[in-house]
């Protein structure tokens, strides 16, 4: 009997167990859903109306897909990145680069050949010269098929030096701009980059910026960002970026000019231009990590009495991929739209961009349909689209990394990662293909690869983007000089002036521009030839009066580009003209940058100068002194005896037009600058420690005390 | 917003699923049954086991981490925290995830890992703050 009732109790026990076991897995099941095949996560997909989902890859022809490049054959090769979110050891990184290929030409992809394998942190992958230029932190490397049997067999090391520590802020999303620099993000992440084609050339320290080469120059230099993932570049040169928090940000002035000198209070020359905040509208529930995690998070902000709230769904937190649509697979109205996806969200977001007619940006809305809907969203919570391509098809890739979990592992509490596999998916990924619902998939007939200079002329002017810019590189790959006549006509002859712009630059790549071809593109009916004719004009003095009248530009972003580049013709005329825009655009901060980033625009004379029109310093407006604040701050930091001698003769001059409020931050913003260079005097720093500027004795005081210095 | 779903269902899911989860975790506990993730190797140790960093005198308050166990450091070094920001816009001072220093204390800190966090200081987990 005893033992009956053992056996009964153990049975039971083994029953209870047995019951609780099944629902801690069917509640892990609703925890954290699994996975589902291709087909039945297409069916997850919701798309805004007029558009469909096809599955263009799907394991196990890829899997862990975060770039995806046609070639100028149309050949599709894809990045996979299968060791995130882990770092692999040196040499162990399973990555690969894979060509797809369609063999019975259905549209969907069902034979992968290995082009290479074990590229450690590989990301992303760029066509050039018959191979691809691949970003594998701590490198750049090229990549080539010599003998054509699909595997790469030549590896070389272009660059070297990048950040490598975590697979989320490295060097990546490799771009070919208009202007024919390649473009990469670095998010500011610190480096000694050198480029092993020139080894003789400095190496340059990459911290706080992305990163810009030309390999047909042997040029490489930095360029404003930050940016983390996303990067895309418009039809006209535009260059946007993104942070997995901030999904949309515009570069609105180049590394270049930012640091013509190093005095710039703010170097900072990008900007979010949303104007809907960094909401997204997501299908999906938050996970049960991220739920908990933010809980706890919230709990701690109101421990210590800090007035924020963090969100764990409907906010972008893990935006990754961007890409404008340029291409005439998708309605016109769509021409111009940015795409953005966010792996967090399962979900696309499209954002059209509109210029403002006050500032040189562009800002950023929802579609009308978008208000209550994104342009794509998933239900199956592993969906988790990390980039895009436009192929020549016209058609928008989004490549699915397919995973369960994507956040950084470190950055989750210990107790909440028990039960997570961040791995889980790693054998999986897809890529989708996104167009009308009325269109169909267009086979492969791509094939630039020999095509003739006539034929890549006549590429020039195709309405997709992908062909045009196929056509620019493979010209100035070919570097065949009999065509720049063919190509000066195509300037002058095209209606298209998408074409005359690829036109412009494919002269600048063959070396072959004029200057009268850049007089008559700096009156070109299309801003965005304009503006471009105006970086293109500075190699030829003689077109000077022609740049000086853009500044009167009705397109502000004209206005905007020549207020950049009229310092860098070392022209007397030049700080005359500055005034002007500060008259016209100096309310806007982007216009004041401009001008405060030139030597000419930064100067003691500008403050002169601006004394003539007798009006700027008649009204202390709040623009007014923050320009005389910046200004007086970089002179200041520059520090030089001549200049700040100059400067306070000016603000001591018995003057009633000048008001003490402009003495004032005048005084405030240079002690701000003299504090910053490096080269101060101990008996300055005993002077600057002394100033006061609360009345008009004090500044009087201290404009007294620092001529004696100077 | 039309939601697939409502947070009524998130909750209730989560509750049942967080205490199903516990008991049967408990249950395996008690049966001896352990399951394994090889994936997560990465994850901190327990706090039994790991080593301290030995005591020392920093110069800078907000740079000494003596007492600080050696996994949390870890979690620095993956995170790439440093001192000071390669982006002057994006630091620790104006990052959602900073614990401002509390009155007369020298240093801040961070809900991602142990530690005094200075305000000039970066990681690559920045986020801004909302």
């Known amino acids: ?123 992303s992958i760029l066509p050039w010269q018959g191979g691809l230029i691949v970003t594998a932190a701590p490198d750049i490397l090229y990549l080539k098929d010599t003998n054509g049997d699909g595997k790469a067999d030549t590896r070389e090391v272009l660059f070297t030096g990048f950040f490598q520590n975590n697979s989320e802020a490295q060097i990546t999303n490799l771009r070919y701009g208009m202007d024919n620099w390649i473009y990469a993000n670095n998010h500011g992440q610190d480096g000694l980059v050198t480029f092993n084609r020139t080894p003789n050339v400095k190496p340059v320290a990459v911290r706080g910026a992305d990163f810009r080469f030309r390999l047909d120059q042997n040029k490489f230099e930095l360029e404003t960002g930050p940016g983390q993932f996303g990067q895309a570049i418009d039809e006209w040169g535009h260059r946007f970026i993104n942070e997995n928090s901030i999904h949309l940000e515009q570069v609105i002035i180049p590394w270049r000019y930012t640091h013509r000198h190093p005095f710039l209070p703010v170097t900072k020359a990008m900007a979010s231009i949303t104007d809907h905040e960094e909401i997204m509208l997501q299908e999906t529930p938050p996970p049960y990590w991220r739920a908990e995690r933010t809980k706890q998070r919230n709990k701690t902000f109101q421990e210590n009495n800090l007035k924020r709230v963090e969100y764990a769904e409907d906010r972008f937190s893990g935006a990754a991929g961007m890409v404008v649509y340029a291409a005439d697979g998708f309605p016109p109205e769509f021409n111009g739209n940015i795409f953005i996806s966010d792996v967090a969200g399962n979900l696309v977001h499209r954002d059209v961009l509109t210029p403002s007619t006050k500032s040189p940006v562009f800002v950023a809305s929802r579609a009308g349909k978008e208000k209550e809907q994104e342009f794509l969203t998933s239900t199956d919570s592993w969906f988790r689209p990390t980039n895009f391509t436009v192929g020549p098809d016209g058609y928008l890739y989004v490549l699915d990394y397919y995973r369960q979990h994507i956040e950084t592992p470190v950055s989750i509490p210990d107790e909440l990662k028990a039960d997570m ?133 009705p397109v502000i972003r004209v206005a905007f580009q020549t207020t950049l580049n009229l310092p860098e013709f070392k022209n007397k005329e030049t700080a005359p003209s500055l005034i002007k825009v500060l008259e016209k655009y100096g309310q ?15 100067s003691p004379e500008i403050l002169q100068l601006l004394r003539q029109p007798n009006t700027f310093f008649q009204n202390p407006e709040p623009w007014k002194l923050a320009f005389v604040s910046d200004l007086s701050n970089i002179i200041g930091a520059r520090n030089q005896k001549d200049q700040i001698s100059t400067f306070l003769n000016f603000l001591s001059q018995p003057d009633s037009q000048i008001t003490d409020s402009f003495r004032v931050e005048a005084i405030k913003g240079l002690t701000k600058g003299l504090n910053r260079a490096t080269s101060t005097d101990p008996k300055l720093k005993e002077i600057i420690q002394r100033i006061k500027t609360n009345n008009t004795q004090e500044v009087t005081a201290a404009i007294q005390d620092l001529k004696k210095f100077y | 917003m039309n939601k697939k779903y409502t947070r009524r269902e998130f909750l209730f899911k989560n509750i049942a699923g967080s205490a199903a989860f516990i008991t049967g975790g408990w249950l395996l506990t008690s049966f001896k049954v352990s399951q394994t993730h090889p994936q997560t190797t990465n994850q901190a140790k327990s706090k039994d086991s790991v080593q301290q960093t030995p005591k020392s005198i920093s110069q800078n308050p907000c740079e000494d981490l003596s007492g600080i166990a050696s996994g949390e450091i870890e979690k620095r070094k993956k995170f790439a925290y440093v001192t000071i920001s390669p982006n002057p816009d994006s630091r620790c001072g104006n990052c959602k995830l900073f614990l401002p220093p509390a009155a007369g204390k020298p240093c801040g800190a961070c809900l991602l890992f142990k530690g005094t966090v200075q305000e000039s200081g970066y990681c690559t987990y920045w986020a801004p703050l909302e």
């Open chain 1, 421 to 553: 596999n961040f791995m889980a998916g790693s054998d999986k990924g897809r890529v989708y293909r996104i167009l009308p619902t009325n269109s169909t998939f267009k086979n492969n007939t791509v094939n630039l690869a020999k095509a003739s200079n006539t034929k890549l002329l006549e590429t020039l002017s195709h309405p997709n983007l992908w062909w045009r810019l196929q056509a620019q590189r493979l010209l100035l790959e070919k570097q065949d000089k009999s065509v720049v006549p063919a190509v000066k006509k195509l300037f002058i002859t095209s209606k298209d002036a998408r074409t005359r712009l690829h036109a412009l630059y494919v002269l600048e790549g063959l070396n072959a521009l004029d200057a009268e071809l850049i007089k008559k593109a700096l009156q070109d009916s299309a801003p965005g030839v304009r503006e471009n004719a105006i970086i293109l004009a500075e190699q030829f003095p003689e077109t000077y009066s022609l740049v000086q009248a853009r500044l009167n530009d």
């Open chain 1, 588 to 602: 806007d901060f982007w216009f004041r940058m401009a001008v405060l980033s030139s030597e000419q625009g930064s």
């Open chain 1, 1 to 123: 009997m005893i033992n009956k009732i053992n056996a009964f109790f153990a049975g039971k026990a083994a029953g209870l167990f047995l019951l609780l076991v099944l629902t801690g897995s069917a509640a892990m099941a609703q925890k954290y859903p699994g996975p589902l095949s291709p087909e039945e996560s297409l069916k997850k997909i919701k798309i805004i109306e007029g558009f469909k989902a096809e599955i263009f890859a799907a394991e196990p022809n890829i899997m862990d897909p975060v770039s995806l490049a046609f070639d100028e054959q149309g050949q599709a090769y894809v990045v996979e990145m299968p060791d995130y979110p882990f770092e692999a050891e040196p040499g162990k990184g399973k990555g690969r680069i894979k060509l797809l290929k369609d063999i019975d030409n259905d549209g969907r992809i069902d034979q992968a050949v290995i082009f290479a394998e074990n590229v450690t942190e590989a990301t």
